[in-house]
Structure formats: structure tokens, C-alpha cells
């Protein structure tokens, strides 16, 4: 059973840059048609794509983070990571990864972990 | 991109069928057969329920179902039970020259 686990300061101060990686377990993150991709979930709101990367190091963005954001990929360790830049506290949210095949669904997710942006 | 407008909240009594929209346009749900649903309950991660607008993975039950017709998706629950209680998500692939997603502004779905 694939499964995915979030991790990383659950405190980050403004302006400063957010930073997790998510561990996949159960299955390789290499090859196949799969995509690994970044979601997040402001409290008590609803939920946006922030982007995907392929096992190659392919990425894409969802144009309005695009300029803070970097995804990245670490095949040896079966991880991929989220780096967002001068963060706010409209960043604040829980930060989901999951998988998706290309143009497809999200079929398996993480558990979510909290980021809080505050000093 | 915007998100998809999906109506604030829902209701139903147990065993009635509900139907949850999803409205996009042309460029998202309209455009592309790749709508999807998740259903999210208080402090857990999404649950895929229909991919491709109208597929049911393995182990979802079959009182979901999907449909689309032009630029609104649909969701049905059927049969509604108490455990349907929990938020819906609709979500669809968005552009033809890079991989971009939507999701929609999520819906309430109480059982009465």
C-alpha cells in the first residue's frame, strides 16, 4: 500500500522560506506515468494546487506561486520536496502531498502536516 | 486560473440522492474529460471518490456517481447516509500547453 508523509517546521517566520519534504513509501517514485504534486489547505478554507513534479525533475506551477515556489526530487531517498519563498501569513495552511497521473486525479495523499507563519 | 464555483452547502435526509455542481468554463471543466471529486472530513486528508468525471475507484461505493455537461460537473450521492456527512472538493486538469489544476470552492454536504 503506497502511502505518503509529510514533514518539516510546523513554524516558519515571515518572510522567511517554507520548506518539506514528502516521503513515499510503498511503492517506488520513479518511472510509471505518476506525478507527485503539492497541495495546501488554509484553515477553515478550501483547497489549492500548488504544483507537481515528475520523477525526471519536470515541474509545473500554479501561475499565481509560480515565482516562489520550487518542487524538487530526490529519487535515492524516494522523496520530493516544497520550497516557498518570503512567505506570509496567508501561507499559513496544512501542506498536503499526493500522487497523480498526468491530467489525472490525486489518488493518494499524505496526512497533511500545519505551517504556521508567525514570528 | 479561478477556482470552480461550487455551491456553499447541501442537505439531505438519510436515503435521499443529492446532487453537488461544479461550474467552471470552457478551459477547465468544459474542455477536458479529467474532473474529479474528493470527499475531506474534519481533520483528514481528501478521499478520491471519482476521477475522469464519471469513474469510481476501487473500494468507493457505488452510491457515488459523476456526470459532466459542458461546463458543470456533477456529483450524486445516492442512498445519503450519515457517514456522506463531510465537505466535497471538485477539482479538473486546466490548460493544454502545461499541467495546471483547479480545484473548486468546496461544498457542505450535511445529512439531516
Known amino acids: 500500500q503506497l502511502q505518503l508523509q509529510e514533514s518539516g517546521p510546523g513554524l516558519v517566520k515571515p518572510s522567511e522560506t517554507l520548506s518539506l519534504t514528502c516521503t513515499v513509501s510503498g511503492g517506488s517514485i520513479s518511472g510509471s506515468s505518476y506525478y507527485w504534486g503539492w497541495i495546501r489547505q488554509p484553515p477553515g478554507k478550501g483547497l489549492e494546487w500548488i504544483g507537481s513534479?515528475?520523477?525526471?525533475?519536470?515541474?509545473y506551477y500554479n501561475p499565481s506561486l509560480k515565482s516562489r515556489v520550487t518542487i524538487s526530487v530526490d529519487t535515492s531517498k524516494n522523496q520530493f520536496s516544497l520550497k516557498l519563498t518570503s512567505v506570509s501569513a496567508a501561507d499559513t495552511a496544512v501542506y498536503y502531498c499526493a500522487r497523480h497521473w498526468v491530467a489525472g486525479a490525486f489518488d493518494y495523499w499524505g496526512q497533511g502536516t500545519l505551517v504556521t507563519v508567525s514570528s | 486560473q479561478s477556482a470552480l464555483t461550487q455551491p456553499a452547502s447541501v442537505s439531505g435526509s438519510p436515503g435521499q440522492s443529492i446532487t453537488i455542481s461544479c461550474t467552471g468554463t470552457?478551459?477547465?471543466?468544459?474542455?477536458?474529460?479529467?474532473v474529479s471529486w474528493y470527499q475531506q472530513h474534519p481533520g483528514k486528508a481528501p478521499k478520491l471518490m471519482i476521477y475522469d468525471v464519471s469513474n469510481r475507484p476501487s473500494g468507493v461505493s457505488n452510491r457515488f456517481s459523476g456526470s459532466k455537461s459542458g461546463n458543470t460537473a456533477s456529483l450524486t450521492i445516492s442512498g445519503l447516509q450519515a457517514e456522506d456527512e463531510a465537505d466535497y472538493y471538485c477539482s479538473s486538469y486546466t490548460s493544454s500547453s502545461t499541467l495546471v489544476y483547479v480545484f473548486g470552492t468546496g461544498t457542505k454536504v450535511t445529512v439531516l
Open positions: 470552457s478551459s477547465d471543466v468544459g474542455g477536458y474529460n479529467y
Open positions: 513534479i515528475y520523477y525526471s525533475g519536470s515541474t
